[in-house]
């Protein structure tokens, strides 16, 4: 649902998706980039867009694309799946959409589709899940991660703490949900959504349930000495947070990912883009993202 309380369009044929999940699993790159590119135009229909021009930006966690059109550019974006829904999705865009209205700071417009929502849940042939997709103007802006100055980095600070003094005067929608920043595991950050993440504060971070299971995960993947000295981090980390709850004013809504690959500048300002992972935490989490 989306927060208006409609239900987001969805494509038919579910039943040809769940058959298809094995079948994507085993597609390489250059397959599964065909088939979402079928998906990419169903989606843009919903937008009322057809006979774009599609340039892949990035195929990893999400797939986007730029979309060149006369009124364009655009940026659509294909979530991934399992972890955002139609509403966290919703929810990313509702703040978004705030943040233009009111502030000046540089971040994407979300584009409402033809039914006037912010998101589309669509799916196509050959792909195991239906994706909920955005669509976003085009942010101009050059990347930098050499030569920077002391002077770039105090515009990201400033723009960070404005983006933390909005959200936490911002009033935001009823169905609003978005997941901890915080979390080390894709179990976890579902697990976060589970009630309202801001009334959950208070406790360890991450959680007991979800440290164990990232330390699981390392040692499998990697060996037991790594996963022992993640544990030992995870006490650093507790210790800290444990602090930072008694400290007022601390947390709130956040970007969650404010590197230099999220960060845009332009005619001597900084832009924020890729709100993706926003969701609670401490304020400090952005400025230890961008570190």
């Known amino acids: 649902m989306g927060l208006d309380g409609t239900a987001p369009r969805t494509s038919p044929a579910e039943a040809d998706l769940r058959d298809s999940a094995g079948e994507w699993d085993s597609l390489s790159r250059r397959g599964q980039l065909l088939r979402l590119r079928r998906l990419a135009r169903a989606a843009l229909k919903a937008f009322g867009i057809e006979d774009a021009r599609l340039k892949l930006l990035r195929h990893e966690h999400n797939t986007t694309f730029r979309v060149d059109v006369a009124d364009g550019p655009y940026v659509l974006r294909i979530n991934r799946p399992r972890i955002h829904t139609a509403q966290t999705v919703e929810s990313e865009l509702a703040w978004l959409s705030a943040l233009g209205r009111e502030t000046d700071l540089g971040v994407p417009e979300p584009l409402l589709s033809l039914d006037g929502s912010f998101v589309v849940v669509v799916g196509a042939a050959g792909v195991p899940m239906s994706h909920p997709c955005v669509l976003l103007r085009w942010l ?77 995960l390392v040692e499998a993947l990697i060996s037991a000495d790594a996963a022992a000295l993640v544990a030992r981090a995870l006490e650093v980390v507790w210790a800290t947070t444990r602090r930072l709850t008694q400290t007022p004013n601390s947390f709130g809504l956040i970007h969650g990912d404010l590197h230099f690959e999220n960060l845009l500048y332009h005619h001597g300002a900084v832009r924020a883009i890729d709100f993706d992972d926003c969701g609670w935490g401490f304020h400090l989490y952005d400025l230890a993202i961008t570190l």
């Open 140 to 216: 101009d802006g050059r990347f930098s991660d050499r030569g920077l100055a002391p002077v770039h980095l105090r515009r990201v600070g400033i723009l960070e703490a404005r983006l933390h003094e909005h959200a936490d005067r911002w009033a935001r929608p009823s169905g609003f949900l978005r997941p901890r920043v915080d979390t080390l595991s894709e179990a976890g950050k579902i697990a976060s959504m589970a009630g309202s993440a801001a009334a959950s504060l208070p406790g360890d971070h991450p959680t007991k349930d979800d440290a164990e299971r990232a330390l699981r």
